[in-house]
């Protein structure tokens, strides 16, 4: 996959997306907040916002900033801003324009899957998240351990056609990061095979 494709895909898909998908990623995004334990006064990144169906779930008091590459997305997100200090920017998740060290706590949900290279927009976030902030990740990964069988390998052709990649493995993703403290991995969705991960960066 690469961007061009991807904002292809997404500008098809942004009218359809919260119809499609709103209802069944709806726990799952409830229980990444919650993982994320969001305090008044932080401030937020959501790298890969979408149409913003994490919105409605945040504490009030936040300053949040939502990062997308695709403006149709974007323009959806808008739509679901009430009350929050919120910001929504055009962006590459996978080069993000912002200083170091800049957010207290980081949501990566349903966007390490999609991007072209997820542990390069995995490493921009870790980049700008504070020593002792947090991440909360969900998402879909292949199993640790196990092998990628032709089934699989075909299975990913196919869906990758909507946009998106089940076969990377978390650990592949997030590589050796010394600061990182895995704090959680729960199973989610569909036996297991989505995960709510959350990791904390040492100080």
């Keep these: 996959m690469n961007n061009e494709r991807n904002l292809w895909i997404y500008r098809l898909w942004s009218p359809l997306y ?38 409605p779930y945040l504490p009030a008091g936040l300053s949040v900033v939502g990062a997308d590459l695709s403006s149709e997305m974007l323009s959806r997100a808008w739509l679901k801003v009430n009350c929050h200090d919120v910001s929504l920017l055009k962006m590459d998740a996978q ?11 980081a949501l990566l949900n349903l966007i390490l899957s999609v991007v072209p290279d997820g542990a390069a927009a995995f490493g921009e976030v870790w980049r700008v998240l504070k020593p002792g902030g947090r991440m909360v990740i969900f998402d879909k990964f292949l199993p640790e351990g196990s092998a990628l069988t032709p089934g699989r390998r075909l299975l990913g052709r196919v869906i990758g056609n909507l946009g998106t ?15 990182a403290a895995l704090e959680r991995n729960e199973p989610s969705l569909f036996r297991g095979q989505y995960r709510i991960v959350r990791l904390w960066k040492r100080p």
């Design 18 to 55: 919260d119809i499609v998908f709103g209802h069944t990623f709806q726990q799952p995004r409830r229980r990444a907040v919650k993982l994320l334990d969001l305090q008044p006064g932080e401030r937020l990144l959501i790298s890969g916002i979408g149409t913003g169906l994490d919105l």
């Design 165 to 179: 990649d089940p076969n990377r493995r978390l650990s592949e993703i997030i590589g050796p990061v010394g600061q």
């Design 95 to 105: 080069d993000l324009g912002f200083r170091g060290a800049s957010f207290d706590a």
